[in-house]
């Protein structure tokens, strides 16, 4: 639990520095990319960016924290383009005026992990909320991203299904401000279950020996749920709210993001080493060439 401690302090030492850093006037050949943690917890961001920066002969500063927080970044102007995975939360960004529109990026899923022993018996459900419903009745732990993010925002959407709100008031109940990465290591720690992103979960299975799928199947195709589906949407912040973001170079963003080869370099992700994608390509730029 120190360590737990440990890092939830470093990484809220991190999130407070990058983002000091997004507030400072942006430079020529440079784009602020605030983006959630699954995109860079999966290795994706590594894996895909060398190609713009190459290709624009720019860099990229990436400040990876939860969909809420990247939001409110391009609220603030503090960054060029957001790559984030809520969808209400992107619509009412464009509804505001903070971006002029939302462009689908690409998509995975979300799954329900627990202890291979699973205490809850929750393996094998089909639905998402059945499992929760099973974990709370049980008092088995539980782990919340706690931090506002698209994964948060899943979370609660499944517990308000069945008309429940947790909280502090249960022991059981752990919402801890943190991203994916660190949940996941939290539940392994503790032997508890979460929601996860797919993506990051397959990308992180080597440092969670304990843990299992144990809701919505080996791969997407096998997730019943649908509820639990997760689209990823790319947003320019708008240069009509902040002239001095970098519109040019974060619609360029876009355009490469949103591309058919850059669509087939995240659909290879993760392809070979999992046996399936961590991300699937779902820009209309892709759909179309299909």
């Known amino acids: 639990m120190k360590r737990l401690v440990f ?5 809220s030492m991190l999130i407070l520095a990058a983002a000091a850093a997004l507030a400072a006037p942006p430079k020529a050949g440079l784009l602020r990319l605030a983006t959630t943690t699954s995109t860079a ?3 994706l961001l590594a894996f895909i960016l060398p190609d713009f920066q190459k290709r624009y002969n720019c860099s990229v500063e990436v400040v990876a924290v ?3 927080q990247s939001l409110e970044l391009g609220r603030r102007g503090d960054a060029d383009v957001v790559l984030v995975h809520s969808r209400k939360g992107e619509d009412q960004f464009v509804a505001d005026g903070f971006a002029r529109e939302r462009f689908d990026v690409m998509f995975n899923d979300f799954i329900v992990v627990g202890p291979k022993s699973d205490p809850a ?3 094998g459900m089909s639905l998402g909320k059945d499992a929760f419903q099973a974990i709370m009745e049980a ?6 991203r706690g931090d506002k993010s698209g994964t948060h925002a899943k979370e609660l959407a499944v517990w308000s299904s069945l008309g429940v709100t947790p909280g502090a008031g249960q022991k059981w109940y752990n919402s801890l401000g943190q991203g ?3 949940v996941l290591l939290f539940a392994e720690d503790q032997q508890a279950y979460t929601l996860a992103d797919r993506g990051t979960y397959l990308a992180m299975v080597d ?9 919505g199947g080996r ?3 096998e997730n019943k749920d649908k509820i639990l589906l997760n689209p990823y949407g790319v947003l320019a912040v708008s240069p009509e709210k902040y002239p001095q973001t970098n519109f040019e170079l974060a619609m360029k963003f876009v355009t490469w993001l949103c591309a058919v080869q850059t669509q087939k370099t995240i659909a290879a992700f993760g392809a070979e080493r999992f046996g399936q994608p961590l991300f699937y390509a779902d820009s209309a730029e892709y759909r179309a060439a299909q």
């Open 66 to 68: 939860g969909t809420g």
């Open 7 to 11: 890092r939830a302090f470093l990484t």
């Open 180 to 182: 994916m990465g660190e």
């Open 139 to 144: 008092a088995q732990p539980f782990a919340s």
């Open 219 to 221: 791969n997407l195709a």
């Open 121 to 123: 018996r929750v393996r």
């Open 207 to 215: 440092k969670l020996p304990s843990l299992d799928i144990l809701v």
């Open 41 to 43: 917890d999966s290795g």
